[in-house]
């Protein structure tokens, strides 16, 4: 199989050989981004955006270390068109961001621009009053507005714009699933473990799966939950208690990562996620459990192998709903109470403006919630077909609770590191029950 050349053909022909690609709009529950929480400090912003002077320092707040350097270009470029205007990156670890970003932001020494995640953060920073209402820009307009509903309060207002449109699927080594003689997506479960079973007679680990760091390890649970789960949201109804971890379609999904144990790598409970990029990168492993947030990762670590991104599919096929994870997120807002008011607004209408979502796209691998934009990235237009996909919303953003979300995917962990199945399940709902 060539490198990537930019064309998705030998993807979709992957899927659609399979019987189980969709093409149309995205399917899954995209419910507005929080149902309640809002606060009356979050008012509208003036509008138009450079009504007053573009200049001052700014605090850009995020998490995405490997996206530095992209937007170090990009924030030269906004200073340059605004000489009066300095903008800092104040960068955190994903896990490091998710428990401290809105204490740090609060405080008022970053994060005049700040990112969020959607769901549990992005309703936890509403209630704290963070987000100034953009409602009235007009800048929005260039923002695809499904993305846009992930990022708006129980009050119909749009407090930031979703950037990343990622996919919270295992990458793989197309090459390698060519060299075990797949030439189509696995379209049940026994169809997906005899992959692993010919990629594993490769020499190769099937499954690269970073166990030891949390934010990652429950990568791939989002997808082998999609088709069991009787409902798109049933994380969320197991938060509220309208189902239960103990639940048979639960238990049934912690039961087939036991089957998985053999095909990921030694050690698995204590890998990280970066050895693991390498491994990948090195063609030793075949697919890497994470998303598709680390495919310009592994293009750094030196891949040089076609990628396209893979599901596990864990039902008979005529019982198949998804065959993929997806997610808008990355959402950028402008701080309420920031001194810099004009010149922050000037800068996230900046960030929509095409060239410079193209830009930011395919220097970091991530496909853009901005409209209008054609890739040159060869990885952004191979995968491109994932976007008309039928995949669902990732379950974990309709979860209010963090630890609730942690206890879920801590219990795949536990299973797929050695723990009885009945037994994670129980203790998971134990500890859900304790949290409510």
């Known amino acids: 199989m060539p490198a990537p050349d930019g064309s998705p053909?030998?993807?979709?022909?992957?899927?659609?050989s399979a019987g189980i690609l969709t093409a149309g709009a995205i399917a899954g529950c995209a419910p507005p981004g929080t149902t309640g929480g809002s606060s009356s400090s979050q008012a509208p912003a003036p509008d138009p955006v450079g009504s007053g002077p573009v200049d001052g320092s700014l605090s850009f707040a995020h998490w995405r270390a490997e996206d530095k350097e992209v937007f170090d270009d990009l924030v030269r470029r906004f200073e340059d068109r605004n000489p009066g205007?300095?903008?800092r990156q104040d960068v955190l670890s994903s896990g490091s961001y998710l428990t401290t970003a809105l204490q740090r932001i609060r405080s008022g020494n970053v994060g005049d621009v700040f990112a969020a995640f959607v769901g549990a953060?992005?309703?936890?920073?509403?209630?704290?009053?963070?987000?100034?209402d953009l409602s009235n820009q007009t800048f929005l307009s260039r923002v695809d507005t499904s993305a846009l509903d992930l990022s708006t309060d129980g009050d119909g207002r749009?407090?930031?714009?979703?950037?990343?449109?990622?996919?919270?699927?295992?990458?793989?080594?197309m090459d390698l699933l060519?060299?075990?003689?797949?030439?189509?997506?696995?379209?049940?479960?026994?169809?997906?473990?005899g992959l692993c079973e010919a990629l594993r007679g490769l020499g190769v680990v099937p499954i690269a799966w970073p166990g030891g760091e949390p934010a990652n390890a429950g990568q791939l649970l989002k997808s082998m939950v999609m088709n069991n789960a009787p409902w798109p949201d049933m994380f969320a109804r197991i938060e509220d208690g309208t189902a239960a971890a103990t639940d048979d379609w639960f238990v049934h999904t912690l039961e087939q990562f036991v089957e998985l144990r053999p095909y990921v790598?030694?050690?698995?409970?204590?890998?990280?996620?970066?050895?693991?990029?390498?491994?990948?990168a090195r063609g030793d492993a075949a697919m890497l459990a994470t998303g598709s947030f680390h495919i310009g990762a592994v293009r750094h670590a030196g891949a040089e192998?076609?990628?396209?991104?893979?599901?596990?599919?864990?039902?008979?096929r005529d019982e198949v709903r998804y065959v993929g994870v997806h997610n808008q997120s990355f959402v950028v807002g402008v701080r309420s109470d920031t001194a810099e008011l004009d010149t922050a607004l000037a800068l996230v209408e900046f960030l929509t403006e095409p060239d410079v979502a193209k830009t930011y796209a395919d220097g970091t691998v991530q496909h853009s919630c901005v409209t209008g934009i054609t890739y040159d990235n060869p990885d952004l237009r191979t995968t491109a077909h994932w976007l008309t996909a039928e995949t669902l919303l990732a379950p974990h953003v309709l979860v209010r609770d963090l630890e609730i979300r942690r206890v879920l995917d801590n219990a795949s962990t536990e299973v797929l590191g050695g723990a009885d199945p009945e037994q994670a399940a129980e203790q998971a709902q134990h500890l859900i029950e304790q949290q409510r």
């Open 158 to 173: 749009r407090l930031g714009l979703p950037y990343q449109h990622i996919f919270h699927m295992p990458l793989a080594n």
């Open 265 to 280: 790598q030694p050690q698995a409970l204590g890998a990280t996620v970066e050895p693991l990029q390498q491994l990948f």
């Open 9 to 16: 053909q030998t993807r979709r022909a992957f899927l659609m």
């Open 178 to 193: 060519e060299r075990a003689g797949v030439s189509e997506q696995p379209a049940d479960w026994d169809g997906f473990l």
């Open 85 to 87: 205007a300095a903008v």
């Open 121 to 132: 953060q992005f309703q936890d920073m509403t209630s704290a009053g963070l987000f100034t």
């Open 305 to 316: 192998f076609p990628i396209d991104l893979i599901a596990p599919i864990t039902v008979p």
